[in-house]
């Protein structure tokens, strides 16, 4: 392929999502859908340039993001922690997965009137439930990888002389890393669900409460405007562990150039 | 006469300094005393006693399912025998694990470590000196994979995988080296090369080597002496003494081959005629 039509490949996935944009306008414009059920684009930006500059928009998106980034950082590291535990101590496993499987059968988002009369609506709920919330797909994930580490590389290794620590940072870690990257971008998903539905519910700021307040004074466009950016974020978010898997995993045949 | 002036030249090529020569010294010694392995009731090994010299190379064949992948696990302390003994050199000493390295049916490279990383695993502890890095690429030089060095495993074709393989076992300097099948995922002219390559380093080094084969040519095409697993017994110990390198189809390789096959197949024939 040449340099122009991979370019032009690339400006392909953009069509789709920019026409639907223009056909929206057009409607919006000649008045087809009206502006109390779903504003203009035009009008959805104007909103979300008043708001950035009276400072509420960087406000609330710093909350958010804070928020998010808190409890997968929490939930994450002790779902990483817990899943090389029981991915390379069997006995670790027999002590503790019974037990957390038997929790990741309750829905996290079930806890919310739970964690409200336990924390009330600060900071501390909503970093809860994303930590929860991210927990499990880690450790599934993580355990899973190293326990599905090749054997006979594992054999290898410790026919070649190499000491514990070796064979976790040689061996079983970069193994089980494809298999934590799937676990990481389920978690990525399941933390803005979680934020958005916290947020909404039970908050004093960030871009769910940002939302539910426009909507008490019937301003659609911010609405609009929150959802929009929750999708900014959560592709953002995704192209982020992407790029992170396309590093990291160079070597594995999936992420080769042909 | 000319039979006596291709003796003397001979004589003056092996003396030749810089000539490939054979250094039994190198290679470590194997003791088996009556050692056996059972799993519950299935005796795999019923007691193998045989004495390997340093600088040897022993092919072990057998049918599957003969114990001689278990001899072998036996042997690098993979598992541990439930009856008799087998060491590498001294009985009483403990050997040095660097020294006896294992090339398996399988590649068994990182995926996820360039070649050279993969070659540098073979050398354990030291492997991030400047002086492991130039002896991995001299070893790689050796099996004429040096250009590869940076690039994944996964590109390679499975008779290259299988000399960085060779490379890793070789970079140690080791005075065992012993062989599960190495070459039988290899298409055939790839074998054949492989062979070449093996019994090259081998005459380079002057390592023990014992080699795990269900292929009787290869075995023969290999090895100073060949023992013949049947029910977790040695069947036959036989010397071989062709000269090298050995060429495929003569006489006295095929007259060889007969005889070890007789032998392996000496029940089934019986069986197949019943």
Known sequence: MTGAARKLDGLTQWLLPLGIIAGWQLLSSVGFIPGRVLPAPTDVVLAGWKLLLNGDLIKNIWVSFWRAIVGFAIGGGIGFALGLANGLSRRSERVLDSTLQMVRNIPHLALIPLVILWFGIDETAKIFLVALGVFFPIYINTQHGIRTVDAQLVEMGRTYGMTPSALFWRIYLPGALPSIFVGLRYALGIMWLTLIVAETIAASSGIGYMAMQAREFLLVDVVVLSILIYALLGKLADSTARLLERNCLAWHPAFQKS | ?274
């Open chain 2, 1 to 274: 006469m000319t039979v006596h002036l291709l003796r003397q030249f001979d004589d003056a090529a092996r003396l030749a300094p810089g000539a490939v020569q054979h250094r039994p010294s190198r290679g470590l010694p194997i003791t088996a005393q009556w050692v056996a392995k059972s799993f519950g009731d299935k005796h795999v090994l019923r007691g193998l006693d045989f004495h390997v010299h340093g600088g040897q190379f022993v092919a072990v064949v057998g049918r599957s399912g003969c114990g001689k992948s278990t001899l072998l696990r036996l042997l690098l302390d993979l598992d541990q025998p439930t009856g008799g003994r087998i060491w590498i050199g001294n009985e009483n000493e403990k050997t040095d694990r660097s020294a006896v390295r294992v090339m398996f049916q399988e590649p068994r490279l990182l995926p996820w470590a360039s070649v050279l990383a993969n070659v540098e695993v073979g050398l354990g502890a030291n492997r991030h000196s400047g002086e492991a890095r130039n002896r991995a690429l001299a070893t790689l030089r050796e099996i004429g994979l040096e250009d590869r060095r940076a690039e994944w495993p996964s590109v390679l074709s499975g008779g290259q995988k299988q000399r960085v393989a060779l490379a890793r076992a070789l970079v140690s300097q080791p005075r065992v080296l012993a062989f599960d099948e190495p070459l039988g995922a290899l298409d055939a002219l790839t074998r054949i090369s492989m062979q070449r390559l093996l019994e090259r380093v081998w005459l380079d080094q002057g390592f023990t080597a014992i080699m795990v084969t269900h292929d009787v040519s290869e075995a023969i095409a290999l090895a100073d002496r060949i023992l013949v697993i049947e029910d977790g017994e040695i069947g036959l110990d036989l010397r071989n003494d062709l000269p090298r390198p050995r060429r495929r189809g003569t006489a006295e390789v095929a007259e060889l081959e007969r005889i070890i096959l007789d032998r392996l197949f000496r029940d089934a024939t019986v069986g197949e005629d019943a």
